[in-house]
C-alpha cells in the first residue's frame, strides 16, 4: 500500500535517502522503508518507519526527497551587498539596513552600541529575528566575524497591559 507524504509516495520497501541534523543533511545512506503514519496532530507531519544499523540510528533525523542536483541547482549564492538601503532589518523598531550600513561605515563592529543607537533589537523579538541580516552587512562591509562583538541575548518576553497588574484586575 502506497504512503503519500505531501507530494511524495511512499510504499513498504522502497528505499529512502537518510540525512543527518546538519544544515546540509549528511547522507546517512538508502535504507529500507518499513510503514508510514500521519501523526495524530494532522499537521501535514508523518512518521516513516525505516530499517538501519543501530550505530546510525539516533542520527537520522529525516529524509531527501529529491535529487541533489535539483537543491544545487536553486542554491546558488547570493552576494552579502543584495540588501538594499531601505530594507528593513529589524521589524520590530522599523530599522532599516541603511541606518546599520552607515553606523558600520563609521566603524561600529559592537552590536550592542548598534542596538543602543537604533533600537534594533529591543521590541518584542528581543533580537532573534534579525542576526543574520546583521551578520551579512558585516560580511559585505568587510568586517570579520573576530571583529564583531556580538549582541548580548535576552529571553523572549511577552508585553502585558499595566491594567493586568494595577490592583490585581480588581476595580
Not at 501535514?44 to 538501519?52: K, L, N
Request: hydrophobic share 35%.
Amino acid at each position: 500500500m502506497p504512503y503519500e507524504i505531501s507530494n511524495i509516495h511512499v510504499q513498504k520497501d522502497d528505499t529512502i535517502a537518510c540525512v543527518d541534523v546538519d544544515v546540509d543533511g549528511n547522507d546517512l545512506g538508502l535504507h529500507t522503508v518499513l510503514g508510514a503514519r500521519p501523526t495524530k496532530d494532522s499537521n501535514h507531519t508523518w512518521i516513516v518507519r525505516v530499517r538501519m544499523p543501530r550505530a546510525i540510528a539516533k542520527r537520522v533525523v529525516g529524509f531527501t526527497i529529491q535529487d541533489k542536483a535539483v537543491c544545487e541547482s536553486a542554491t546558488e549564492k547570493i552576494p552579502y551587498d543584495h540588501i538594499q538601503d531601505g530594507e528593513v532589518v529589524c521589524l520590530c523598531e522599523r530599522v532599516t539596513a541603511g541606518q546599520i550600513q552607515d553606523l558600520v561605515r563609521q566603524g561600529a563592529t559592537d552590536m550592542n552600541q548598534i542596538k543602543a543607537i537604533t533600537r534594533a533589537g529591543m521590541g518584542p523579538c528581543g533580537y532573534k529575528t534579525y542576526e543574520n541580516l546583521m551578520n551579512q552587512i558585516f560580511m559585505a562591509e568587510k568586517i570579520t566575524q573576530e571583529e564583531v562583538v556580538k549582541n548580548v541575548r535576552r529571553p523572549l518576553y511577552i508585553e502585558v497591559p499595566l491594567e493586568k497588574f494595577a490592583n490585581g484586575g480588581k476595580s
